[in-house]
Each structure stands twice: as structure tokens, then as C-alpha cells.
């Protein structure tokens, strides 16, 4: 018997998985996990470990778009393995992807490649945009979060790095970035 596993996610937590989670409904999926993590990478999502563990031969894991799942070719091709080795296949709602065709293989790899490009450009795009703020004076970055006159006073007691990270709750590493900064 074959299993319909429906797979959502969006990058956060701002975002909604309504729309994905209607569509996989309405496409028949048995199960639907979903969660707001990051696409860049799989590590980290435990409903898609769930699902890619769960996955049987002749199982079908479900998502309404590639992008969805992965946003790497590596991840992606990863993930298709794994489903292959275990006789699964990948299908997207709202793309011609359906790994178990050759066309729907070949369709796969195409899309997985201009996904990959489209996350460059715009890391690109964001980047460039960051540097310009940068020139301009608007963008200054997170603000500081340690007292740079908390450590001192620490330092000039005569407690060490360590001593200083634990009392402040810090790491220790924060502590030698603002005793250089001192200096």
C-alpha cells in the first residue's frame, strides 16, 4: 500500500503553511508534517528526518514545490537518494516532478539548478544591498549587547576571561573580542 507523506515548510515563523497544508490535503496525503526552519540546509528539520526515516518502498513524499524541501542541489539530490535507496519517490504539486518517470527525474534537475542560482542572486542582491547601507551610514549592524565597561571593571578586579564570561553570562570568546577592542 502506498503512503502519501505531505511535507510543508516555510523559512519563518512570520510566514504561513495554510496554502501548503490545503494543497497536500487536497492532493491526499496520509501524513503531513510540516515546520518553519530554514531551506538552506536539512539539518535541523526533524519533520522531514521523521518522514525521510518513515518512508517506505512504494511511498510517495509529497511537497507543493522543490523549493520547499531544498534550496541546494546537494540537499536536494541527497534527499532523492535517500528515497530512491528505499524504493520512495519524490512529487510536487505545482511543478511536473515525479521521480518515479525519467521525464519527472529530468525535470528535477533542471529546477534544482535554477533554484540554486535564484538563492545565489539574491544572497548577491542582499549582500550588495547591506554594502550600500553600509556606505551610506544606515546600516551599523545588531547592537552591542555586552558592556564593554562591565568587562573592564571585571578585568581591572583581577578575574580572567573565563571568570568574566561566566559572571556576565557570556562566552569567553566575547570577552577577549571586547578586551581588543580596548586596546
Do not use: H
Amino acid at each position: 500500500m502506498t503512503t502519501l507523506f505531505g511535507y510543508a515548510r516555510v523559512s519563518s515563523t512570520d510566514q504561513d503553511l495554510d496554502l501548503q497544508l490545503a494543497a497536500l490535503k487536497a492532493a491526499g496525503c496520509d501524513v503531513i508534517r510540516a515546520e518553519k526552519r530554514s531551506g538552506a540546509s536539512t539539518e535541523g528539520r526533524a519533520e522531514l528526518r521523521n518522514l525521510l526515516d518513515f518512508a517506505r518502498a512504494g511511498d510517495v513524499l509529497v511537497v507543493t514545490r522543490i523549493d520547499r524541501l531544498a534550496r541546494s542541489i546537494a540537499d536536494l539530490a541527497g534527499i532523492v537518494r535517500e528515497l530512491e535507496a528505499k524504493g520512495a519517490a519524490l512529487k510536487a504539486l505545482e511543478q511536473p516532478i515525479d521521480t518515479n518517470s525519467a521525464a519527472g527525474r529530468a525535470f528535477l534537475q533542471m529546477l534544482g539548478v535554477f533554484a540554486e542560482f535564484e538563492t545565489a542572486i539574491r544572497r548577491e542582491r542582499q549582500m550588495e544591498g547591506i554594502a550600500a547601507a553600509k556606505e551610506a551610514g544606515v546600516y551599523k549592524g545588531r547592537k552591542p549587547s555586552i558592556k564593554p565597561e562591565s568587562v573592564a571593571a571585571l578585568k581591572v578586579e583581577g578575574l580572567g576571561a573565563t571568570e568574566i564570561a561566566k559572571r556576565l553570562g557570556i562566552g569567553r570568546a566575547s570577552v577577549y573580542r571586547v578586551l581588543a577592542a580596548e586596546t
